[in-house]
């Protein structure tokens, strides 16, 4: 997947350029969240790319309310009724402020999962 940078300055000298989302920051969780990690894409602190690595699953957390959609790979959501929906490429789910619940998600893949994750207040 092509991830590109828009960049200039003040002597209007604009190009865009590939960027290797491979060589990002990425942040790897502690424990049980060991194989998932995070960006931040630049200044959005609003904005995240998630990697979910090959057979790698959360266990049940909360859920934080904002958009998320797949990019990349297919991803697993288990809600706490033990319900599955399988999120593939270009699919998205929106999770609403008021959602008191927890879910889980998972990779059964043999691919990584990438996702972006645009947290909202509501």
Do not use: C
Not at 75 to 94: E, F, H, Q, Y
């Amino acid at each position: 997947m092509a991830h590109y940078i828009y960049i200039g300055n003040d002597q209007e000298d604009y190009r865009i350029i590939l960027s290797n989302l491979a060589d990002q920051s990425w942040e790897n969780g502690p424990g049980a969240f060991k194989g998932i990690g995070g960006t931040v894409l630049g200044d959005a602190r609003r904005v995240m790319l998630m990697r979910f690595e090959p057979n790698t699953e959360t266990p049940f957390h909360r859920v934080a309310s904002g958009f998320f959609i797949v990019l990349q790979g297919v991803l697993t959501v288990r809600d706490s009724k033990n319900n599955d929906i399988l999120l593939n490429p270009g699919d998205s789910i929106k999770v609403a402020h008021s959602i008191k619940s927890k879910w889980q998600l998972i990779n059964t893949g043999t691919t990584e999962v990438l996702f972006a994750l645009v947290k909202m207040d509501n």
